[in-house]
């Protein structure tokens, strides 16, 4: 739907809008695998990528700014949204606001992946920053930049010594995981390195190595290598 200009009334037409895509059948799958705080109404994401486009066309930051923020879709479609805007400047105000509005896995992951930006500056020293953060989704962000921009040659030293890292939240240490296959993928000999260590935590350890012998990308040879690596 287009939307020339945002205020009470439009907004609320879109909500309205969302409500009429939404599905029980989502809705109760999304649940059981994102806990969130938020609504849900029950869209698949490739839906709300669409609108988060078409809504690229007009207006975004009047949306940004009067967005209530009530349901889980409409904070998606909000981070992905701010992957449209050109300048760094304003990207970088509307992307803090919306990391504070995270509290599950799907809103971080979904709309990182989409920060065009990120791709053509070095925001490798922002992820750094909110890795440092004590807060789960903030640190889950950070990790994400980081698997989703910067694995290769010139951060691959960076990226191995912050996975050194503890963290006590389950959600992070997925994202390490995570990381350190895309890691071992494409840093292969490094990565491997600190594996051997085994000076990750058990979880991460373990974990990391599940995710390598699952990928296509990895060969036999490998992953019988890392199975060996395994914390007891």
């Known amino acids: 739907m287009k939307i020339n200009k945002w205020n009470e009334i439009t907004y609320n037409n879109f909500i309205k809008h969302l409500k009429s895509l939404g599905d029980n059948k989502t809705k109760e799958f999304n649940k059981k695998i994102i806990n969130t705080n938020y609504e849900m109404i029950g869209i698949k994401t490739p ?11 007009d207006d975004i930051e009047g949306f940004l700014n009067i967005a209530k923020d009530k349901y ?28 504070n509005k995270i509290d599950c896995w799907a809103l971080c992951d979904s709309a990182v992946s989409c920060y065009k930006l990120f791709k053509t500056n070095d925001f490798s020293e922002l992820s750094l920053e909110l890795i440092l953060d004590s807060r789960e989704y903030i640190e889950r962000v950070g990790y994400v930049i980081l698997l989703d921009y910067y694995v290769d040659a010139e951060h691959i030293d960076m990226i191995l010594e912050i996975c050194r890292k503890e963290s006590s939240y ?63």
């Open 170 to 232: 389950y959600y992070v240490n997925m994202a390490i995981s995570w990381l350190l296959c895309e890691c071992f993928i494409k840093q292969k000999e490094k990565t491997l390195s600190l594996l051997k260590e085994k000076s990750l935590n058990k979880f991460v350890q373990n974990k990391t190595i599940s995710k390598i012998c699952d990928s296509y990308r990895v060969t036999k040879k490998d992953k019988e290598k890392v199975k060996k690596l395994r914390i007891e």
């Open 72 to 99: 889980y879709e409409e904070v998606l479609i909000e981070g992905i949204l701010i992957s449209y805007i050109k300048d760094i400047n304003t990207f970088i105000n509307y992307f803090n606001i919306y990391i």
């Open 47 to 57: 839906v709300l990528k669409a609108i988060a486009r078409e809504l690229s066309k």
